[in-house]
């Protein structure tokens, strides 16, 4: 099973996938916690690139392409192995991710975000999405936060430091995904406390795993 986690700069999902990895414990499943971009070796390499703010004159193609890249070794590496092994893998981040921010925000041709996703994912495919949605003004000011006390990385907040604009269309993005697959996506109210949202992401999680 693949379940993964996605939402604009500051939605919680740190907080939430540890939330998932305890309740996978106390419920006896065997669970592993990965990331894109970075769930590799060589994917925190494409994602120190991708994250460095120095990096601000990234060509959105070149950026598409190392998301893809990224996602390649991690279906390969990690995920499609742990899947094999019978484990439940937990995904902060996938390919809706590159359908928002690369298509819906930066506005590359979807067409070619879908095929490329398509290559790189294979018979890989989620069966449910929790998108942690919030406002962008809220998101923002949770990141910043997070950015200036220490337990965000200050060296990759290339996204953080995009306009407001940009993460309303990645909201957007989001929401209008969510539209067209209501079976797989699951939207959560983000802006409520962490234990009111992890309630709801554990009354899908019941529902699935039973
Ligand atoms: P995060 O690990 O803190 O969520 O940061 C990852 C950033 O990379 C986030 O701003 C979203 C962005 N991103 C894309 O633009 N496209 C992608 O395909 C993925 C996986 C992430």
Request: proline fraction near 4%; charged fraction near 25%.
């Amino acid at each position: 099973m693949l379940i993964t986690l996605e939402g604009i700069e500051g939605s919680g999902k740190t907080t939430q996938i540890e939330y998932m990895a305890a309740y996978f414990r106390e419920t006896g499943h065997d669970c592993v916690i990965t990331k894109e971009p970075g769930g590799t070796g060589i994917g925190e390499k494409i994602r120190a690139i991708l994250l460095n703010p120095e990096n601000h004159k990234m060509d959105p193609l070149a950026e598409l392409l190392l998301y893809a890249a990224d996602r390649a070794q991690h279906v390969h590496e990690i995920i499609i192995p742990m899947q094999r092994a019978g484990k439940i893998v937990v995904c902060d981040r996938f390919h809706d991710s590159t359908t928002v921010y690369q298509g819906f925000a930066r506005g590359l041709d979807m067409g070619l975000i879908q095929r490329l996703n398509a290559l790189v994912m294979g018979d890989v495919s989620p069966d449910v999405t929790f998108v942690l949605d919030l406002p962008v003004e809220l998101g923002l000011k949770r990141a910043w936060k997070q950015i200036q006390n220490g337990s965000r990385n200050e060296a990759e907040t290339r996204f953080e430091n995009e306009k407001r604009q940009f993460h309303e269309k990645v909201r957007n993005g989001y929401l209008t995904l969510a539209l067209r697959e209501p079976d797989r996506f699951c939207v959560v109210d983000a802006a409520k406390a962490p234990d009111q949202v992890r309630a709801a992401i554990v009354e899908r999680l019941n529902a699935l795993v039973k």
